[in-house]
């Protein structure tokens, strides 16, 4: 018998549906196909109704791409994905929180159960109601600190931070989206730090023209900034009127 026969070739594979390969593209993140998961901090536990499953006693949840603007830059990136999630105990600034679901994520790689790596994700929100079911989330999932704030307003959430951030989210349905970025980037981020900006052009309603002209002026607005834009990220099929701008802060004379 033919050494391959009865095997179904790679691109049968990938037509039926069959199980891909875990790409690994961080701790607690890994790629599967066009799906991404990350390694569950509380075991046993979906955060929006998400599909879980096991792997090597190893509890996966499903993260989303079309639910969540990280997610989908991680898939839709021309770079290297691992490049725009930050590091395990790391700490990370995310505003805009909302009810938590992509916050949980981020929780799950950079925390880990029982915060054993000992992280910090600061989730800024400021709607009262979604601030109760965030402040349940954290209530489960040690480092997760849920702060009721103006995002805007950098005196509002600098006593809850422990040091500059690693990386930071904005994900702020308001106008002058990239102005703020870059003054909440300049307050908190630490020199070679990373910065994700989920910008939706629908929310830039005060800025003429139409959505390829909002988000060129955003993209000036960062290339003008003290911050290098590594890449803009176009969301479509996944987020529609949104892209994710990647940048990092250039780092001071004399650090690396």
Request: charged letters at 25%; glycine letters at 8%; proline letters at 4%.
């Amino acid at each position: 018998m033919p050494e391959n026969q009865g095997q179904v070739p790679k691109a049968a594979e990938e037509e039926i549906g069959m199980p891909r390969k875990p790409v690994k593209l961080a701790w607690g993140v890994r790629r599967e196909g066009h799906s991404l998961w990350t390694r569950n901090a509380v075991r046993g536990v979906s955060v929006r109704g998400e599909r879980r499953k096991t792997d090597s006693r190893v509890e996966w949840r499903a993260w989303a791409a079309s639910k969540s603007k990280v997610a989908a830059a991680l898939l839709r990136t021309s770079n290297n994905p691992s490049d725009l999630l930050p590091e395990t105990g790391s700490t990370c600034l995310y505003l805009g929180a909302s009810y938590g679901s992509t916050v949980s994520h981020i929780h799950d790689h950079v925390c880990g159960s029982g915060n054993h790596h000992g992280g910090q994700v600061v989730a800024v929100e400021i709607s009262p109601r979604a601030m109760r079911e965030l402040s349940t989330l954290a209530a489960s999932r040690q480092g997760l600190v849920p702060v009721l704030a103006d995002a805007r307003i950098p005196s509002q959430v600098a006593p809850f931070m422990r040091e500059k951030a690693d990386w930071i989210h904005q994900d702020l349905s308001m106008a002058d989206q990239a102005q703020t970025f870059v003054k909440i980037s300049e307050t908190f981020l630490r020199p070679g730090g990373t910065g994700l900006l989920s910008l939706k052009a629908a929310s830039e309603r005060a800025s003429l023209g139409d959505d390829d002209s909002r988000f060129a002026k955003a993209e000036r607005i960062l290339e003008e900034s003290e911050l290098e834009l590594v890449e803009r990220i176009d969301l479509t099929g996944l987020e529609e009127q949104h892209v994710v701008f990647h940048v990092m802060k250039v780092a001071e004379s004399g650090q690396r």
